[in-house]
Nanobody
Framework: VQLQASGGGLVQAGGCLRL?????????????MGWYRQAPGNQRELVAG???????NYADSVKGRFTISRDNAKNMVYLQMNSLKPEDTAVYYC??????????????WGQGTQVTVSS
């Protein structure tokens, strides 16, 4: 399963961005789709995740500002980021975990997209 993320960029504090991630491949079931981020010198951390049934989870630092959503028909996951802060600056990675048509589990990572929030 290949992931292609897009939508990063440079924005001023208080602004917004929308990240998109497309999952492609043959005969797979993406059960969990999520976004992680990694700032320089920091470990990669979970930002938000969404299960196939729509259940979501968020890092405390983004609750109320970020919204994750998915389009199951298109195998897409989105992250709407509002009220951005300089501390949101990081490389954002999409992640998909699920099973193949043969029932084998998989997890895939996108290439990362840079989000920079200026103060």
């Amino acid at each position: 399963v290949q992931l292609q993320a897009s939508g990063g960029g440079l924005v001023q504090a208080g602004g917004c961005l929308r990240l998109s991630c497309a999952a492609s491949g043959s005969n797979f079931r993406p059960n969990y789709m999520g976004w992680y981020r990694q700032a320089p010198g920091n470990q990669r951390e979970l930002v938000a995740g969404i299960r196939s049934g729509g259940l979501t989870n968020y890092a405390d630092s983004v609750k109320g500002r970020f919204t994750i959503s998915r389009d199951n028909a298109k195998n897409m996951v989105y992250l709407q980021m509002n009220s951005l802060k300089p501390e949101d600056t990081a490389v954002y990675y999409c992640n998909v975990a699920g099973s193949t048509g043969w029932g084998f589990p998989f997890t895939s990572w996108g290439q990362g997209t840079q989000v920079t929030v200026s103060s």
